[in-house]
Structure formats: structure tokens, C-alpha cells
């Protein structure tokens, strides 16, 4: 019964992440380029300084600062796409598929833009004095259609509970059980706690502990794999050249590595590429709403260098090491075959370790930010009441997600998390007009 359940399944999962909305995320942030006159480019620096130099505006409403908001944005994306996505982008596509991921985020940075100036701008104030905000309100205040908001929403509840919740329990369970023989367990119950010390508090404690946990994972990461590059930095004019010519020609056949046609390199970095940095799915205007701010183009420039971050900085360090390797052709895949080239590009086991430990906080980060993103979408359909219970169930399910078979899990929340954008891109595609016309006041004064 669950075998064929889960054949189903699988099936509307290939349907959902199919080309059609493969292009119609990557149109998006295209169409958003275009009408945003690049902000993406002319305004990377400003949003950098905006980011993690000014700090917080005087008087403004919210609930967190702009860094702790792009840090939790950051915490529920930095995750095991940045790790086991690449990888397996590379070995199915071959080392053109990063250019792809490259692409991808550049133009995901306008969409990103977007969703988080929609997100302020739209924003509403709860009872106690909380933001709450997301594509569920900007489609509801800003087009009218609350039943669609409705709908964004019951998708990011259910995915809240398997991509950000089950899956990486379980991502962190497997790999200290085959890495440091610690059992499944002791891994659930100490994430369950973990997780439970932290969103019990809400938004402000969330923020607070991704501000710190989040830049050290980062840094940590980018440390070791920036070694690993200039340990073998002879190596680097070649893996610049595979990137940029095997994205436009075909990649052949070498050791493990099966050959790719350019097809493959763009649908599996573009595919990697969305899973990575979530740009149009709408996830992280959950956040930004959240943030101090009077004015909601500058939130919009703190959330975009998200995935500046994400896939430009960090997808990249992890495929420059697994091509610079020469592991992408070993017929390794996902964490594993990332564990592999950073174990060779250390020469030692110390690699692998940095990969498991990488792992485990970025996964572990990814639970506490999509933890805030289901907590909105069901304050969103059933009130301010139903906050706390959630969050104590929330907790429960990374329990149980460390222990459990997840194959279902996996592919319903994959579905979901699809699902979510394409409520998302219709109010983005709507409300462009908005987009455009605040950043255009923006800039005219600034």
C-alpha cells in the first residue's frame, strides 16, 4: 500500500517540479530583472552594507533586526542543498550544471527582492503587537484573494512539517550514526530539545540564536572549503573552464560519471538551484516581515544577498571542491560524494568531518527556521491560539522524523514545498506594479 502510495506520489512530485515550473520560477526572476532594471546588480553592495554594517532603524516597527531576519531567512535555506543539492547536481548534470545554479540565483535575487518588500509593505501587527506577514498576506491585503492566501498556506503547514522539520532530523541522524556511530535515538531526542529550548520563545529567540549559529556554520564551511581550493588551487583555471563550457556542450562519459547532455546540466542546476535558495517559493517573506524596518525596500535589499550568500557563495565553494576533486566522476552522490571531495581535497578524514558536522548544523538551522514559517502559515488559517501547541508538536516531529522511515515523508513534503510557489509567483506577477513603483521611490531618495 505505502510502496504505491509513494509510486504516486513520486509521480506528482515529477509533474510539480517539472520543466513548466521549472521555467515559470526562472521567468519570474527574469520578468523581475527586467522590470526592476537589474537591482539585483546596481544594488548588491548597498545591501551588503544594509545587511551587516548600518544598524537598526530608529523607531521602526518589528520584531527582529534586519540581520537576525536575513539570518533566520538563511538558516531555514542554508541547508542540505548547499551540501548533498550541488552534489548531486554535479553527478547527474556534470560540473556545467553549477553555472546553471549560478544563473539561477542571480536571477532568484530579484525575486527574492520582491517577495520581501511585498512582505513588509503588507505586513499586519497581531494582538500583543507581533509582525506577521508572508505571501499569504501581501496575496490577501494586496490583490484581495484571501482564498489564495488560504491556499499558500496549507501548503507551507504541511511542507513546514517535512522538508523543515522530519527530513532534517532524519538528514542528521543518518549521518552521525554512519560517521560517529551516535544511535538515531539519542540524535531525535537531543534535536527534539534543542529545537524545543529555542521556538518555545518565538520569533525574537529564533533570531537571536540564528544570529550566531547561523554566520558561525558559514564561516566554518567556507573555511574548509576555500582550504580545500587553495591546498589544490593549480587545479582552479581548469574547473572554472569545465563549468563555464560543459554548460553549453555535452559532458562525456569519464570513470563512475555517465556522460550529460546540456539538458541535463540546466534541468538539474536549475532544479538544485530553486531547492537551494527557495527564490519564488515565498518561504522567506515569512521572515522578513518580521524585521525592523519603516521602509520595506530596505528589507527587500537585506533578503536578497540570501541568496547571494546561499548559492553564489556557498553552492559554489561545494562544487568548486567536488570538481577541483575530480570525485564528481567516482559515481558518488549527494552528502556523500561532497564528503569525498572534501576528504581529498584535505587529504584526510578530517574533510568528511567538516562535512558531517556542516550537515548537522545546517540542518539543525533549517528546523528552526521553517519552525517560524509553518507557525505563521497556521496562525495565518486558524489564529493566534493555536501558536503554542503548534510549536510543541513541531518539536515532537523532530523526534520522530530522526527515527522513522521517511521515503513518503519526503516526497509528499517535496510536493507541498512545489505546490507553495504557485500561489506565490501569481501574486508576485500581480503585484509587480508595486515592486516596481516602491523601488523606484526608494532609489529616487537614496
Known amino acids: 500500500m505505502q510502496e504505491s502510495l509513494l509510486e504516486i506520489v513520486n509521480a506528482v512530485s515529477a509533474q510539480v517540479w517539472g520543466p513548466p515550473m521549472l521555467v515559470l520560477l526562472?521567468?519570474?526572476?527574469?520578468?523581475?530583472?527586467?522590470?526592476?532594471?537589474?537591482?539585483?546588480?546596481?544594488?548588491?553592495?548597498?545591501?551588503?552594507?544594509?545587511?551587516?554594517?548600518?544598524?537598526?532603524?530608529e523607531g521602526a516597527e518589528g520584531d527582529i533586526s534586519h540581520f537576525q531576519a536575513l539570518m533566520t531567512a538563511l538558516a531555514a535555506t542554508v541547508g542540505t542543498g548547499n551540501i548533498a543539492g550541488v552534489a548531486t547536481a554535479i553527478a547527474s548534470g556534470g560540473p556545467g550544471a553549477l553555472f546553471w545554479m549560478w544563473m539561477t540565483g542571480l536571477v532568484g535575487m530579484a525575486t527574492k527582492f520582491s517577495e520581501a518588500l511585498l512582505a513588509v509593505k503588507y505586513r499586519e501587527t497581531d494582538a500583543v503587537g507581533r509582525m506577521r506577514g508572508g505571501p499569504m498576506y501581501y496575496i490577501a491585503n494586496g490583490l484581495g484573494w484571501k482564498w489564495l492566501g488560504a491556499v499558500f498556506a496549507v501548503f507551507a503547514s504541511i511542507a513546514a512539517f517535512g522538508i523543515g522539520n522530519m527530513t532534517q532530523s532524519n538528514s542528521v541522524a543518518a549521518v552521525l550514526e554512519s560517521t560517529f556511530n551516535v544511535p538515531t535515538w539519542i540524535t531525535g531526542f537531543i534535536l527534539m530539545i534543542a529545537t524545543a529550548l529555542v521556538i518555545i520563545g518565538g520569533i525574537k529567540s529564533i533570531g537571536r540564536v540564528t544570529s550566531v549559529i547561523v554566520p558561525a556554520m558559514i564561516v566554518l564551511y567556507m573555511a574548509a572549503g576555500i582550504a580545500a581550493i587553495l591546498i589544490n588551487i593549480d587545479t582552479l583555471p581548469a574547473i572554472i573552464e569545465l563549468v563555464f563550457t560543459q554548460a553549453f556542450t555535452p559532458t562525456a562519459a569519464a570513470g563512475g560519471f555517465a556522460g550529460a547532455m546540456v539538458r541535463e546540466a540546466v534541468r538539474f542546476g536549475v532544479a538544485r538551484g530553486v531547492f537551494s535558495n527557495e527564490s519564488g517559493l515565498g518561504s522567506a517573506g515569512i521572515a522578513a516581515a518580521a524585521a525592523q524596518t519603516r521602509d520595506p525596500v530596505t528589507q527587500a535589499l537585506v533578503s536578497m544577498t540570501q541568496t547571494f550568500i546561499d548559492t553564489l557563495i556557498v553552492c559554489s565553494i561545494t562544487g568548486f571542491v567536488i570538481i577541483g576533486s575530480g570525485m564528481w566522476t567516482s559515481g558518488e552522490t549527494g552528502a556523500a560524494l561532497t564528503?569525498?571531495?572534501?576528504?581529498?581535497?584535505?587529504?584526510?578524514?578530517?574533510?568528511?568531518?567538516?562535512?558531517?558536522?556542516?550537515?548537522?548544523?545546517?540542518?539543525?538551522?533549517?528546523?528552526?527556521?521553517?519552525?517560524?514559517?509553518?507557525?505563521?502559515?497556521?496562525?495565518?488559517?486558524?489564529?493566534?491560539?493555536?501558536?503554542?501547541?503548534?510549536?510543541?508538536?513541531?518539536?515532537?516531529?523532530?523526534?520522530?522524523?530522526?527515527?522513522?522511515?521517511?521515503?513518503?515523508?519526503?516526497?509528499?513534503?517535496?510536493?507541498?514545498?512545489?505546490?507553495m510557489a504557485v500561489p506565490n509567483l501569481i501574486g508576485l506577477i500581480f503585484?509587480?506594479?508595486?515592486?516596481?513603483?516602491?523601488?523606484?521611490?526608494?532609489?529616487?531618495?537614496?
Open 26 to 57: 526562472v521567468g519570474t526572476g527574469l520578468y523581475l530583472t527586467f522590470l526592476l532594471k537589474g537591482v539585483q546588480f546596481r544594488a548588491i553592495f548597498h545591501s551588503l552594507y544594509l545587511a551587516f554594517v548600518k544598524r537598526k532603524e
Open 339 to 419: 564528503a569525498a571531495a572534501f576528504s581529498k581535497g584535505l587529504s584526510g578524514e578530517f574533510g568528511a568531518y567538516i562535512v558531517a558536522l556542516g550537515l548537522v548544523l545546517f540542518a539543525y538551522s533549517t528546523v528552526l527556521g521553517w519552525s517560524y514559517y509553518g507557525e505563521k502559515s497556521i496562525v495565518y488559517l486558524f489564529g493566534d491560539k493555536v501558536a503554542m501547541p503548534y510549536r510543541v508538536v513541531f518539536c515532537l516531529f523532530v523526534g520522530i522524523g530522526a527515527v522513522a522511515q521517511l521515503d513518503l515523508v519526503w516526497a509528499i513534503s517535496d510536493v507541498m514545498n512545489g505546490l
Open 431 to 446: 503585484l509587480s506594479g508595486v515592486v516596481a513603483a516602491e523601488t523606484r521611490r526608494y532609489f529616487a531618495k537614496n
